[in-house]
Structure formats: structure tokens, C-alpha cells
């Protein structure tokens, strides 16, 4: 499958399924320009190198969302958060989104404050 914003080839798994809805949805309904869509981020995180699945950034190229993608069928849980919040400390991004393509939770990051929000935001 054709990854448009790496503009690669990827291997289909179905996480990737996942991750390249989102990246759909982030730029056809959201109208996130492609250019400030991120996908698989590297960042060093307490010497080990992560992955970022998709990270968004605002007008002025600062982060704007964190996306973390799970395959599905795979139970997004508390481990699911934990893991998009300690790339966020990186990042601090103010929202933050997890999906396995079933269920989606978006919240918004304020310092230490998390609150669960009914739909996204609006990106502009």
C-alpha cells in the first residue's frame, strides 16, 4: 500500500490499515495539509529511539496532535495511553488521539490534565 505522506510503498499489516485511515481522515475531513502530517517520528525518549505513528502539527509547525495507531481487535487501554502520553512529554502536543479503527478516545493535554473529548477538534 502507497503511504502518502512518507511517499513510499509499506507493508499492509493492520495496524498500517489503521494508521493510513487516520491519515485520510486527518486530511480529507479535517483538512490537515499533508505537509504538516508526520508519520513514524523517531524521538529519543530515555535513550531509547521511538516512534511516533503520526504527529500533526499547527500552521506555525508546532505539534498540534499525537496519534497513536493499534491494530484492529487490539484493546486500547490504559498501556495504550501511557504509551502516547510519554511520547507526548516529548512533543506536548495539546491533544492527543488513540484508535485501533473501532474505538477512538481524543483528549486534551493541558500540563498534567487530561480531559476526554466527544469528538476532534477542529485543526484551524
Known amino acids: ?3 502518502p505522506i512518507r511517499k513510499k510503498e509499506v507493508v499492509e499489516t493492520p495496524e498500517e490499515r489503521v494508521r493510513q485511515a487516520v491519515i485520510g481522515y ?3 475531513v479535517v483538512g490537515v495539509p499533508k505537509g504538516l502530517i508526520s508519520v513514524e517520528k523517531a524521538h ?10 503520526i504527529l500533526v502539527f499547527d500552521r506555525s509547525g508546532k505539534p498540534w496532535m499525537i ?15 501511557d504509551q502516547v502520553s ?15 479503527g ?6 486534551h493535554v493541558e500540563g498534567t490534565s487530561i480531559t476526554f473529548l466527544d469528538q476532534l477538534p477542529s485543526w484551524q
Do not use: S
Open 44 to 53: 529519543i525518549q530515555q535513550g531509547e529511539v521511538k516512534r511516533t505513528d
Open 102 to 107: 473501532e474505538v477512538h478516545f481524543c483528549a
Open 86 to 100: 510519554n511520547y507526548n512529554r516529548t512533543y506536548q502536543a495539546p491533544y492527543i488521539l488513540v484508535t485501533n
Open 1 to 3: 500500500m502507497k503511504d
Open 26 to 28: 486527518l486530511h480529507d
Open 67 to 81: 496519534v497513536e495507531c493499534k491494530a484492529p481487535g487490539v484493546k486500547v487501554n490504559q498501556g495504550t495511553f
